[in-house]
């Protein structure tokens, strides 16, 4: 007996006609098929998520690869290039005065003699300097220099900066009216005039006790992190507070104060995650303006103190045989342009991947 | 609106008060008189200069008194060369304010021209190749730019002559001091030109069947300029400092060069003064930018 026999259907009726479908129609769906009907992604944090975001940018990708070689050749180079940066060439512990200002990859006269009588001699990969150093090492300490400015100084404006915005955003009222103030004038002082000044006059004022860093590095350089300590700070502190102010206005910090959290732990818990997305990119966007900064202050004749190297110094120093000596200004030229392409590249991408609506 | 400008020129000026201050006090911690020389000069006599000059009198009379003579005009002496300082700013800057006048106006032009042409263009070659030379451009800093370029120029290829007092060759100056700021402005130019591309206006524009010209030039490209101009202020000052570097290394007897041989001389009050002279300037274009924005843009609310 069949169940269309014995019913017969309304034609306006909705109900499906089961005579169109076969038997098989019915079949339960194997665990194979029920997988795939599962169209959920893994479950990403915003982290994964934006790092994966990241890497599908070629030229984020391109630029951290750079940026790691390199670190890589910063690093290890020292390790296996025999000579040091404030080494002024020498042959069997007698002073080479012929290896002044060599193309890269030359030897001088003497070199060449003790070549000839069997020793190896390592290669000048950039050549040398007009007072004999190997050229290729101060390239690589001066690229040291350069990162560990880029790196402090943007350390020290991100702790400043985040302490002091997030102190004036989350405290609102009259306190971030008036230490708004004080940012707004800050802001609007001349930055540079300010650092050569403060470097000229805490060049005459500041002494450190010979061989440590600080002393080697030079006061220009200690007063250029004091500068970035009291002036860069601003467009980092604004940056946050903003951030804080729109953030505390969300729905889930409302929730969060709701049910009783103290505000330790709705900065720790859910403002501090939200808007460290955008610490990390003006952190990151930051370095590449300190080695800039730095490379215009070895110029004006401010820089770090020789026979300490940066890339600024170097370029300028390359100026007085530009004629004859080009290479000189290129090598630390190129780094510099590579370096600080780089990591703008990678700050822009960093921007692309984890904060959209910053993009400007 | 009148309130606004009025507390906006309040801020300045004690903007510049506050600069004067700084640099006032931090010259005054430098260790050692003006007139501490080798040849060492009697107790008396340097007694004599301390009260011709008012240095014996307390700190802050001393800032009083050089306060007055900054209102009079009155820079003081060069330590190293016993110039009116005044009159070597009056001499140099002409020449300074030339160079950075130009570069700014060829970075505002051509930084529009091409951003707008990029964001028209846009993912077609011209928009590519745009893209790519600013990106290259805001990595270059304009010391080795310029280096460079009178590297290539000057000596290479001697298509332009090594600047001297007689021939005034503005060309590879203006081009390295105007490089960073146009690659900055093409960028910028180039995004707000594609937001005011997207607005409502132009898609009404476009239904009542504007021309493609009038459509660009009267609708887009004037909308797009805002931020341009809030990005000017702030360009002031990367040129001001900016041409010290050009100046130095194309010899032009501008300020800025006259600066960094001041810093190189330890001339502490030719210091003193550039720095409150070039303040006071960026300062003044600051001002004058953050007011033609809100003149420009009535959306923006008096604050």
């Not at chain 1, 080479?96 to 030897?107: H, I, S, W």
């Not at chain 1, 040398?128 to 290729?136: A, H, I, N, P, W």
């Not at chain 1, 300028?316 to 045989?321: I, K, V, W």
């Not at chain 2, 800032?63 to 700013?89: C, Q, W």
Request: proline share 4%.
């Amino acid at each position: 007996m069949n169940a269309n026999e014995t019913f017969k259907k309304n034609p306006l009726s909705l109900q499906l006609d089961l005579s169109k479908f076969s038997q098989e129609s019915f079949i339960p769906a194997t665990d194979e098929e029920k997988r795939q009907q599962g169209v959920m992604g893994e479950s990403t944090t915003f982290f994964k998520d934006g790092m994966r975001k990241l890497f599908k940018n070629p030229l984020a990708v391109m630029s951290i690869i750079l940026i790691g070689l390199i670190l890589l050749v910063v690093i290890f180079a020292p390790m296996i290039v025999p000579y040091k940066y404030e080494e002024i060439l020498s042959v069997n512990g007698v002073r080479d005065k012929g290896a002044k200002n060599l193309a890269p990859f030359t030897y001088s006269e003497k070199e060449q003699e003790f070549i000839n009588n069997g020793g190896s001699r390592f290669p000048h990969i950039f050549g040398t300097d007009e007072q004999c150093r190997d050229y290729f090492i101060r390239v690589v300490y001066g690229t040291r220099i350069s990162f560990f400015i880029g790196l402090f100084a943007s350390i020290i404006v991100l702790i400043i900066g985040m302490l002091y915005g997030s102190i004036s955003g989350y405290l609102g009222g009259k306190v971030d009216l008036v230490m708004m103030r004080i940012v707004d004038i800050i802001y609007s002082l001349p930055d540079m005039l300010m650092i050569i000044l403060l470097s000229v006059v805490l060049n005459e004022v500041l002494k450190f006790s010979s061989g440590s860093l600080l002393a080697k590095l030079g006061t220009n350089m200690v007063s250029l992190f004091i500068v970035f300590g009291l002036l860069y700070w601003v467009g980092m502190a604004r940056l946050i507070r903003g951030q804080i102010l729109s953030i505390k206005e969300n729905e889930y910090v409302l929730a969060a104060k709701s049910i009783g959290a103290r505000p330790g732990r709705i900065i720790k818990k859910h403002i501090l995650p939200n808007c460290l997305s955008v610490i990390i990119i003006s952190t990151a966007l930051q370095i590449p303006s300190a080695i800039f900064t730095e490379s215009f202050l070895s110029f004006v004749g401010i820089g770090v103190k020789a026979p300490m190297p940066s890339l600024g110094s170097l370029a300028n120093a390359a100026r007085e045989g530009l004629q004859s000596y080009p290479y000189k200004l290129i090598f630390p030229a190129i780094v510099i342009c590579l370096i600080v392409l780089s990591l703008n590249l990678l700050g822009d991408g960093l921007r692309d991947a984890f904060d959209p609506k910053l993009k400007r | 609106m009148g309130k606004y400008i009025v507390k906006r020129i309040l801020l300045a000026i004690l903007t510049v008060f506050i600069i004067c201050l700084i640099t006032f006090f931090l010259m005054h911690a430098v260790p050692g008189g003006p007139f501490n020389k080798e040849k060492a000069l009697s107790q008396a006599t340097i007694e004599a200069l301390n009260a011709r000059y008012n240095l014996d009198k307390p700190v802050f009379q001393q800032f009083l008194l050089y306060m007055r003579n900054l209102f009079k005009g009155d820079f003081g002496v060069s330590l190293k060369n016993g110039r009116e300082i005044t009159a070597i700013i009056g001499e140099s800057f002409p020449i300074s304010a030339k160079l950075g006048f130009s570069a700014m106006v060829v970075a505002l032009f051509f930084g529009t021209v091409f951003g707008s042409t990029a964001a028209l263009m846009r993912n077609k070659l011209p928009d590519r190749l745009i893209v790519f030379f600013s990106t290259l451009f805001t990595a270059v800093p304009s010391f080795i730019l310029a280096t460079l370029l009178l590297l290539l120029f000057c000596i290479k290829l001697k298509w332009v002559p090594v600047w001297d007092a007689n021939s005034n060759n503005y060309l590879l100056p203006v081009i390295a001091l105007s490089a960073y700021p146009m690659a900055y402005i093409t960028r910028l130019a180039k995004t707000s030109m594609l937001d005011a591309l997207s607005q409502d206006y132009i898609r009404t524009a476009r239904a009542k069947g504007v021309s493609k010209f009038k459509m660009i030039f009267k609708h887009a490209l004037r909308n797009s300029l805002i931020p341009v101009i809030t990005y000017a202020g702030p360009q002031i000052a990367y040129i001001i400092t900016g041409s010290m570097v050009i100046e130095t290394i194309f010899t032009v007897g501008g300020l800025g060069s006259k600066f960094v041989t001041a810093i190189t001389n330890r001339d502490y009050t030719m210091i003193m003064a550039t720095t409150i002279f070039l303040a006071t300037l960026m300062v003044i274009a600051n001002l004058i930018c953050d007011l033609l924005y809100k003149l420009v843009d009535p959306r923006i609310k008096y604050d």
